[in-house]
């Protein structure tokens, strides 16, 4: 079992490494791409803004874990509407990625409150 210090390392080098990836993402985004090219790149966009709202929170970075989740919600909600077809994988994955971002902002709350 990890202890506390490890977990933190751990958690702190996944922070790190989820920066950079959402910056290589960014510079691919301002590149020349097709439509379908720049919707992929978006779903990943959201998956590692909500992975990185969760490093945040377990790393007790309040802030920076609620400006994460308020990202990937909007990333998740501005997608949404992107994909119509509900049965659609991609719809799925952005759906997702917008539940997580509400589940992390009530396990938020519940930290604030308890």
């Given at each position: 079992m990890l202890d506390g210090k490890s977990t933190g390392?751990?958690?702190a080098t996944l922070r790190d490494r989820t920066q950079k990836r959402l910056a290589q993402v960014?510079?691919?985004l301002s590149g020349r791409i097709t439509l379908d090219q720049h919707r992929e790149l978006l779903v990943i966009?959201?998956?590692l803004?909500?992975?990185l709202?969760?490093?945040h929170s377990d790393l007790g970075e309040r802030e920076e874990a609620e400006t994460a989740r308020q990202a990937a919600f909007g990333i998740g909600g501005v997608l949404v509407g992107a994909f119509p077809d509900p049965w659609d994988?991609?719809?799925y994955a952005i759906g997702v990625v917008a539940a997580l971002a509400w589940e992390r902002r009530l396990v938020r709350s519940v930290d604030q409150t308890g």
């Amino acid at each position: 079992m990890l202890d506390g210090k490890s977990t933190g390392n751990a958690a702190a080098t996944l922070r790190d490494r989820t920066q950079k990836r959402l910056a290589q993402v960014t510079r691919l985004l301002s590149g020349r791409i097709t439509l379908d090219q720049h919707r992929e790149l978006l779903v990943i966009t959201g998956w590692l803004t909500a992975l990185l709202g969760c490093v945040h929170s377990d790393l007790g970075e309040r802030e920076e874990a609620e400006t994460a989740r308020q990202a990937a919600f909007g990333i998740g909600g501005v997608l949404v509407g992107a994909f119509p077809d509900p049965w659609d994988l991609v719809a799925y994955a952005i759906g997702v990625v917008a539940a997580l971002a509400w589940e992390r902002r009530l396990v938020r709350s519940v930290d604030q409150t308890g």
